[in-house]
């Protein structure tokens, strides 16, 4: 398979790294289905590109619409690559202050969202006996004290999860990967700034933060996204993209006060 996969789906890809990934997709060439709750953005995203995207409402904790996003991504073709990218930082604060009912919540958005979305994935790719899978995990998944509470529990998973997977897609001609993104400018830091409109504020926190003086932005995880589809024989692997500055310095960052 090309680097630049012809179809695929790209969940939560109406903004930040799944609309990078979108972006880059169609600029290649390539055809995508972006599946998303905001349907303002994700149409908005769609009418952007001029073709070679195309918009489906989808809650991703909904096994139904999953399946429904992944067939229409098969309906353009063979489906080369999958991106399980939707999620949110979720609950955050003290862990006995933590509500079982905000846990099963962010759980769910996290975790049981990107289950669903493999699921199908390795559904409609098993009978092609080609494929790629590519999980937005993030640093959270390889080290305690990157994240919330929640967040780092369910991204942990995530990463457990592609590295299980793998093993069992592996005869059938399909890969796993996740990819492990640091601080990056994107609506959602920008959302935990006070306006997921506004990328000036976390692009400079971010610089600000970094050891380069350079951000990571959604555009760089995209990229590394687009790698691991392409890489044939990498399977399994969890890529950080962090730009040295998360989990190789261990520098912890507080969530919890």
């Known amino acids: 398979m090309s680097q630049s996969p012809s179809v695929a789906l790209v969940t939560g890809g109406a903004r930040g790294i799944g609309a990078a990934l979108v972006e880059r997709i169609v600029v290649q060439g390539g055809q995508v289905v972006v599946a998303d709750v905001d349907e303002r953005a994700g149409r908005a995203l769609v009418g952007r590109l001029r073709g070679g995207a195309r918009f489906v409402p989808c809650d991703v904790t909904d096994e139904r619409q999953v399946a429904d996003a992944v067939d229409a991504a098969a309906a353009l073709g063979a489906v080369d690559a999958v991106f399980a990218n939707a999620g949110v930082v979720g609950v955050t604060g003290r862990i006995e202050e933590t509500a079982l009912a905000d846990f099963r919540r962010t759980t769910d958005l996290l975790l049981t969202s990107v289950f669903l979305t493999v699921k199908h994935a390795v ?76 990328l000036a504020t976390p692009y400079r926190r971010l610089a600000e933060a970094s050891s380069s003086g350079v951000p990571t932005t959604a555009d760089d995880v995209a990229a590394a996204a687009l790698f691991l589809a392409g890489a044939a024989r990498v399977n399994g692997a969890c890529l950080v993209v962090d730009g040295g500055d998360d989990v190789p310095a261990a520098k912890g960052r507080s969530y919890y006060g």
């Open 123 to 198: 559904r409609v790719m098993r009978p092609q006996a080609h494929g790629a899978i590519v999980c937005t995990a993030s640093v959270a998944s390889v080290r305690g004290g990157l994240g919330p509470h929640v967040y780092t529990a369910a991204k942990h998973a995530v990463k457990g999860l592609v590295e299980s997977v793998a093993v069992e897609v592996a005869p059938y001609g399909l890969r796993i990967n996740a990819v492990a993104p640091g601080g990056t400018v994107s609506s959602l830091s920008a959302g935990l700034m006070g306006d997921a409109d506004d």
